[in-house]
């Protein structure tokens, strides 16, 4: 289906595929090569702005460096939806401690995109992995006065889980979590966490 002339056949191909790969739950994954293989050839090919922004998604979730080679691309695609499922795809199957010398490249651009969600995406992304690169702090911190509040709060939070120390200042400046946002809390919560390990060394 992936060459067929027909956008929705392809969209449709594209998620049965991504989605049969990612709920295959056997432990050796025969699916993943096949699949991967096949995501890698459709974003090099791909032109529907739709079925583009399952291609990147699928890619993100390969624990594989050629889906790094495929994603990377996309990281300045004019259309938004794809560059927000390649700062969430960056963080699937990059392994720890440290990302590879073009995603390091790449994730202060989708930091500072015009893009909120890929702001907050890409904020997140560089929080849960272990790379504690001084330019991609310094780019999250860029953005602790965005004028997006979740942007700002998905900056101090991988401030907070890099161990440093503006997340603090950052963290009293917007106050407290709006009511029921588990999603603020979260993020909040790694700044007091690591005010609270600061304060008992």
Request: aromatic share 6%; charged share 30%; net charge negative.
């Amino acid at each position: 289906m992936r060459t067929h002339p027909d956008p929705l056949h392809r969209l449709f191909g594209a998620e049965v595929l991504r989605r049969t790969h990612l709920f295959d739950d056997r432990d050796e994954d025969p699916l993943a090569d096949p699949a991967l293989d096949i995501f890698t050839d459709w974003s090099a090919e791909e032109t529907d702005p739709d079925v583009l922004i399952e291609v990147p998604v699928a890619l993100g979730e390969h624990i594989d460096p050629r889906a790094e080679a495929a994603l990377l691309p996309y990281a300045g695609h004019p259309g938004a939806r794809v560059r927000r499922a390649v700062a969430r795809g960056l963080s699937a199957w990059l392994s720890p401690p440290a990302f590879s010398g073009d995603a390091r490249r790449a994730l202060p651009q989708l930091i500072a995109d015009p893009d909120a969600v890929v702001r907050k995406s890409a904020c997140r992304t560089v929080a849960e992995q272990r790379d504690h690169d001084p330019v991609l702090a310094d780019a999250m911190a860029a953005v602790l006065d965005d004028s997006d509040r979740l942007v700002q709060l998905a900056a101090v939070y991988g401030l907070a889980l890099h161990n440093d120390e503006r997340c603090v200042e950052a963290a009293r400046h917007l106050g407290p979590p709006q009511r029921g946002s588990l999603e603020e809390e979260h993020y909040l919560e790694a700044a007091w966490r690591y005010e609270w390990r600061r304060d008992r060394r």
